[in-house]
């Protein structure tokens, strides 16, 4: 069982950053592949980025491809995903969520087990 929380998200105007955080309890969290989703009301919920148990291998949406950096810390449990050049379309909840497989990383919903609750972002023009 894991259990994630989100963190760091908020109102910024278009052009600045942001950093949100998910922490996961349970000691198994190096296991698995963490990944990051968001949801704009009515729209489905997308992906965004996804990084392997190890932080060896990433893959991105390509609307975020070179403004967004997805890391993790597997001593801290944590994994982040650093926003750049924030646009008003980047608003949204904003999911972190663990998948098993192995040394893989994982870019559908269906591919993973937990999810956070959600960090809102709120971009303004």
């Known amino acids: 069982q894991v259990q994630l929380v989100e963190s760091g998200g908020g109102l910024v105007q278009a052009g600045a950053s942001l950093r949100l955080s998910c922490a996961a309890s349970g000691r198994t969290f190096s296991r698995y592949a963490m990944g990051w989703f968001r949801q704009a009301p009515g729209v489905e919920r997308n992906f965004v980025a996804t990084?392997?148990?190890?932080?060896?291998?990433?893959y991105y949406a390509e609307f975020v491809k070179g403004r967004f950096t997805i890391s993790r810390d597997n001593a801290k449990n944590t994994v982040y995903l650093q926003m750049n050049t924030l646009k008003p379309e980047d608003a949204a909840v904003y999911y972190c969520?663990?998948?098993?497989?192995?040394?893989?990383?994982?870019?559908?919903?269906?591919?993973?087990?937990?999810w956070g609750q959600g960090t809102q972002v709120t971009v303004s023009s």
């Open positions: 990084i392997s148990w190890d932080g060896g291998v990433t």
């Open positions: 969520a663990a998948a098993n497989v192995g040394a893989g990383v994982a870019a559908t919903r269906g591919m993973y087990d937990y």
